[in-house]
């Protein structure tokens, strides 16, 4: 995608859904887009019982995205969730228009992977994620050729030959880069276990929530880090001395909603770190408006790559830019979540049980000498028993 690439985004309000939830995935998926380079431009919704088995979303709502595209020179059409090989080309279909690219949010999210992979470690795992989503799809990519199959006496044509002779050399390809990527992923093990018994702290988060900013001031490293989804792709880990106190500190790629399957799998080992890891640092970004739900999503994702039963320390970031939604005093309404302050969100997280957690921001530096003795105290914990003579005089 380019900066000049328009896009649309669709997405459907099943039954008993919220519109305003369904509006707010619709605008993660514009920022995704955004990220990989194109400009937002509408946003359609349509409520249905369940997404159309043909076309995901019904004829007429279809048709009005096809007259708005061709109106507004628009490039991209992205739907929220990911389309069978059979929705995709159905809707092609009826677009009909070669200047527009029909995607799924999978597809967006494997663009934005690909623009981000900076390693060979990183591409070739990218790399593999888009050939595991491409195939199944792989039969749609030759319906163009269905016309040639032959006549009288035989089973097949020039199409079903192309598509096999495709589904061979895409699975041969998935073959080779799992052999490669086992290749790096048993050096990667060995790297690790070479560290030692240092203790391990790995930062956790829904992408763009602050992670590598702060990897930046506690381990004083260069980690890229910017406003944008999926900055880091390549796990990146420092050395942290605290009071005397050393352990490894790791920060890999963020997690999402609606994470690709296929990107989970082929970044297993690059998560390894998470899984190793002896505490965990779920940093959160608390002005997000649903940042609740991206913890469920980070603590679903942990368990998905079983690395969720671990002390696990919560960072709720970006306070400075945590405001409040006013409430009228006069409305019928009970005051929700999105009216409290941020005393009250402290003292409800606070509040509860096992629930370790601290309210800073990394931008401002506000909260971080209490973040560092909070760590020293929990690694100085776990140090002393690996660790039980490093202070006896000889």
């Known amino acids: 995608m380019s900066s000049s690439n328009k896009a649309v985004f669709v997405g459907v309000i099943l039954e008993k859904g919220s519109e305003r939830k369904v509006k707010e995935y619709l605008d993660e998926l514009e920022f995704l887009a955004e990220t990989a380079g194109a400009i937002g431009d509408k946003q359609f919704l349509q409520r249905l019982d369940r997404p159309d088995k043909a076309t995901y979303i019904g004829p ?8 708005y595209c061709n109106e507004n020179d628009i490039e991209y059409i992205i739907f929220d969730d990911e389309l069978t090989g059979m ?3 159905n809707i092609e279909k009826v677009i009909d228009n070669n200047a527009v690219n029909v995607i799924d949010r999978t597809s967006l999210i494997l663009e934005i992977f690909a623009q981000r992979a900076k390693t060979s470690y990183a591409k070739m795992q990218v790399e593999l994620a888009h050939y595991q989503y491409l195939l199944p799809r792989l039969a749609g990519m030759w319906t163009h050729l269905e016309r040639q199959r032959g006549g009288m006496g035989t089973r097949g044509g020039m199409g079903e030959t192309q598509i096999e002779i495709d589904r061979r050399i895409v699975k041969e390809k998935i073959s080779r880069l799992k052999e490669q990527l086992t290749k790096v992923d048993r050096q990667m093990a060995t790297q690790r276990s070479n560290r030692g018994s240092l203790v391990r702290l790995s930062l956790v988060g829904y992408t763009n929530v602050g992670k590598s900013t702060l990897m930046n001031l506690l381990a004083k490293s260069d980690v890229f880090a910017e406003n944008k989804l999926f900055a880091t792709l390549d796990t990146t880990v420092r050395k942290v001395v605290i009071e005397n106190v050393p352990f490894l500190l790791s920060d890999t790629v963020g997690f999402i909603r609606k994470l690709p399957t296929q990107l989970i799998e082929a970044f297993k080992s690059t998560l390894d ?3 190793e890891a002896d ?6 970004d608390i002005s997000h408006p649903d940042f609740e739900e991206q913890m469920e999503v980070v603590e679903k994702t942990l368990k998905d790559i079983k ?4 002390p696990t320390y919560v960072v709720f970031n970006k306070i400075d830019a945590y405001y409040p939604e006013e409430y009228d005093e006069y409305s019928l309404e009970p005051k929700g979540k999105e009216h409290r302050t941020l005393e009250e969100l402290k003292n409800s997280w606070i509040a509860r049980e096992k629930t370790p957690c601290i309210f800073i921001s990394a931008k401002n530096r506000i909260g971080l000498d209490k973040l560092r003795i909070d760590l020293y105290k929990m690694v100085a914990e776990i140090h002393a028993g690996r660790y039980p003579f490093d202070n006896f005089l000889w």
């Open 60 to 67: 007429g709502k279809l048709q009005e995205i096809k007259e």
């Open 279 to 284: 505490i965990l640092v779920h940093v959160v």
């Open 307 to 310: 690395a969720f039963n671990k």
């Open 273 to 275: 770190e998470v899984r």
């Open 87 to 89: 929705q995709q080309r």
